[in-house]
């Protein structure tokens, strides 16, 4: 008995273990490092959120934006004057076109606007050539062709299209009073056109001659044939001008 209480005695007087130990003192650790590591991890995310707002928003929408260039440039200094020569460069380039040139043109030089003397500003170019031109087909003979031109580069009062408008009205009476007309109507080339065919009255040979306005431009072309040419073979091989033509005078008379 004495021994048994002894022991007892022995147990109770052994101070109890504080604190975790084994596996569950891993697991706090474990735990509070982990807590530790995305608390770090919060605060640096916070300064990097606090960082990109301040900067964002000392970046205005505006200061983004590219600076706009004025636009200081007039129509007489875009034209490029050495590139525009319908005659001399433009058709001889078209090459659906078998053109023979007689009479290539005389070049272009500044004209006045209304037609008297060059004012302040205006800047016009035309010129005329002529020639032959092999038509496609079973024609041996080939055709006369004229083409004339006038092209308002630029006009001081800001009316170029009108005045090419102008310069087609008078274009028109000048076939109308110059070959016998059977047959006329819109065409399909340029911004606006009008063919008419019929035969020259001097003579009787037929005559195709087709006016058209590109822009601030006005060209005429005119086909001529002692054979018998019938109007869909005068008006397919006039077509062939209209693309090249379009595409120089839309790209080199200024906006």
């Known amino acids: ?12 007087e052994k101070p109890a273990k504080r604190g975790l130990h084994g596996w569950k003192a891993a697991l706090t650790v474990f735990g509070c490092g982990t807590l530790a590591a995305f608390g770090v991890f919060g605060v640096i995310v916070g300064l990097l959120s606090t960082l990109v707002s301040t900067v964002s928003e000392g970046i205005s929408p505006s200061s983004q934006e590219p ?28 090459r659906d076109l078998n053109l023979r040139f007689t009479d290539s043109g005389s070049g272009y030089e500044d004209s006045a606007v209304d037609g008297g003397e060059v004012g302040e500003g205006d800047l016009v170019r035309s010129d005329q050539c002529a020639g032959t031109l092999v038509p496609a087909g079973a024609y041996m003979v080939p055709w006369e062709f004229e083409f ?12 170029r299209e009108d005045l090419a408008s102008e310069d087609m009205l008078s274009l028109q009476d000048q076939v109308e009073s110059e070959i016998s007309v059977t047959d006329s109507g819109p065409g399909d080339l340029g911004d ?3 063919y008419y065919y019929g035969s020259l ?17 006005t060209y ?7 054979d018998d040419v019938s109007f869909s073979n005068f008006s397919s091989e006039a077509r062939k001008f209209g693309p090249q033509l379009e595409i120089t005078l839309g790209s080199r008379i200024p906006e």
């Open 201 to 217: 009255q001097e003579n009787e040979e037929s005559i195709y001659v087709v006016v058209v306005r590109q822009r601030s431009a």
């Open 67 to 94: 600076p706009i260039l004025s636009q200081t440039v007039t129509p007489r200094e875009e034209f490029i004057e050495d590139k525009f020569d319908l005659c001399g460069r433009t058709l001889p380039s078209i």
């Open 192 to 194: 606006e056109s009008r």
């Open 148 to 159: 004339t031109y006038r092209a308002v580069i630029y006009s001081p009062e800001d009316d």
């Open 220 to 226: 005429m072309i005119s086909l001529s044939s002692s």
């Open 1 to 12: 008995m004495a021994e048994t209480k002894t022991r007892e005695e022995t147990k109770r």
